[in-house]
């Protein structure tokens, strides 16, 4: 088994014994060095009383404050580089909600673990040296295309970089230049999907086989569909641009939970209200702590993720730890009528009355300080056709699958087809218009 594992992917098989340790001579240097450099981190430092040495076992790590996204904005746009800038050759950029972008930064050394750990991750997944991948995630301040090209040029993929959008072209070229593999969002790959089903191609005549998608939450009902209407096998690629980009984790053949790569990134479950750091099992948000970045290392960033860590060991031989898909963001949470709704929920529900994956948005408004939803589901061509009665059947199960899934009646309108916009990157499933005093009617 050794003679077939990349260099690379040495980490993934480590004895936990030989992980841990590794571990904790990376995070005292972490933490170390945001120590000498980064002042913010001084200063919550100083006033727990803390040193770096008091970090001596792995569990020390809670005893750190966390950083929040907000540190990352007060201290724009380089206040938390831990590098001077003349070491820093790359930098990205999130967009946020609101106002500025969080800017991220990548020493050489930084982009060399990047690319590794997404080789890894394409590894994982099953592609190899000779695969021709289609980069469709965006090129750019956004991490998702460059980080996925660093990785598959280090594979000895061919990496074809068409970035996101232009549908017409993805289809001619994953029909005419071979593509074996993908990536791109769940999201736009069924949008593909829909596109090359009415271009008359079948996915029979094309070589793809493989897809790593991510970027956004998908659920397993939303694989099921890409998987059967595509023929090729989905994969789960995490990652954020505050930890790298890409290439956090990735599931492997097993597709049964995330792997991380833990010889770069220390992963705890906390509880979101309590702080609390909770056992293996128990659901709350990620919290991430970077192993080996230079130029912008995180200790305990709060990714506002939801998952939980995966007590067992995974079939696959990777000592790695696993964490579930994650399931939804902690600020994505809609409370309605006093019920936590998760988006993921309601797409559960749709695709358990629907085989194909119907295009849907949330639309939340607020009544008399109350918020309301209201879930939209386009209609496909052919059931447009169909009679009222047959539509009003539709829109009476989709209305009970959601009430059956999050307990709370839901008003389900049927819109006609092609009129909710798709995306080409992460696609924008909740439409807020709290703030604009509207009301559903
Ligand atoms: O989305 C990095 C990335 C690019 C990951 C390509 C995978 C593939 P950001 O734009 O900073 O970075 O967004 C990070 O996206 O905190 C999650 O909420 C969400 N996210 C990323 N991957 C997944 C996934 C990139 N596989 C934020 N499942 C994260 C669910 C995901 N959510």
Redesign the pocket.
């Known amino acids: 088994m050794e003679y077939d594992i990349h260099p690379d992917c040495m980490p993934d098989y480590l004895d936990p014994g030989e992980l841990r340790a590794l571990q904790l001579a990376r995070l005292q240097a972490t933490v170390q060095r945001c120590f000498d450099n980064v002042d913010l981190f001084r200063q919550r430092m100083n006033e727990r009383g803390l040193t770096p040495g008091d970090i001596r076992t792995l569990d020390d790590v809670s005893k750190l404050p966390f950083t929040q996204k907000t540190d990352l904005r007060d201290t724009y746009p380089y206040g938390l580089f831990a590098v001077p800038m003349k070491e820093v050759v790359r930098l990205h950029a999130?967009s946020g909600t609101t106002g500025k972008p969080i800017v991220v930064g990548y020493t050489k050394d930084d982009l060399d673990v990047w690319s590794s750990v997404v080789l890894r991750s394409f590894i994982a997944a099953g592609l190899h040296a000779g695969d021709v991948l289609q980069n469709a995630?965006g090129y750019g301040l956004?991490?998702?295309g460059l980080?996925?090209h660093g990785g598959a040029e280090r594979l000895g993929a061919a990496v074809i970089p068409i970035s996101g959008g232009n549908t017409d072209r993805q289809i001619m070229v994953m029909k005419d230049f071979g593509v074996t593999a993908i990536c791109c969002t769940p999201s736009y790959f069924i949008h593909l999907i829909e596109k090359v089903n009415a271009s008359g191609i079948s996915f029979k005549d094309l070589d793809l086989k493989i897809g790593v998608f991510?970027?956004?939450?998908?659920t397993d009902a939303m694989r099921d569909y890409i998987q059967r209407e595509s023929g090729i096998r989905a994969f789960?690629?995490?990652?954020?641009?505050?930890i790298i980009?890409?290439g956090v984790g990735i599931e492997c053949s097993e597709q049964s939970g995330i792997h991380i790569f833990e010889d770069h990134f220390l992963v705890e479950i906390v509880d979101p209200r309590t702080d609390e750091v909770l056992p293996a099992g128990e659901e709350g948000e990620l919290v991430i702590t970077t192993l080996t970045k230079q130029a912008f290392p995180m200790i305990r960033y709060r990714?506002?993720?939801i998952t939980s860590i995966v007590p067992e060991r995974c079939a696959c031989g990777r000592t790695l730890c696993r964490i579930n898909?994650?399931r939804s963001?902690s600020d994505d949470m809609m409370v309605i009528r006093g019920i936590n709704v998760f988006p993921s929920q309601i797409e559960s529900a749709l695709l358990s009355v629907e085989e194909k994956l119907p295009h849907y948005q949330i639309l939340l408004t607020r009544k008399s300080g109350l918020d309301q939803i209201e879930v939209q589901v386009e209609v496909t061509e052919e059931m447009f056709g169909d009679r009222i009665r047959e539509l009003e059947t539709m829109q009476k199960n989709l209305a009970y699958a959601i009430e059956h899934t999050i307990g709370l009646r839901v008003p389900v309108r049927l819109v006609e087809p092609h009129t909710i916009a798709r995306s080409e990157g992460k696609a924008k499933r909740i439409i807020d218009k709290r703030s604009e005093g509207e009301e559903i009617r």
């Open positions: 999130s995630y956004f991490t998702g980080g996925a991510g970027a956004e939450p998908w789960d690629i995490y990652g954020l641009s505050e980009g890409p990714t506002h993720d898909r994650i963001r």
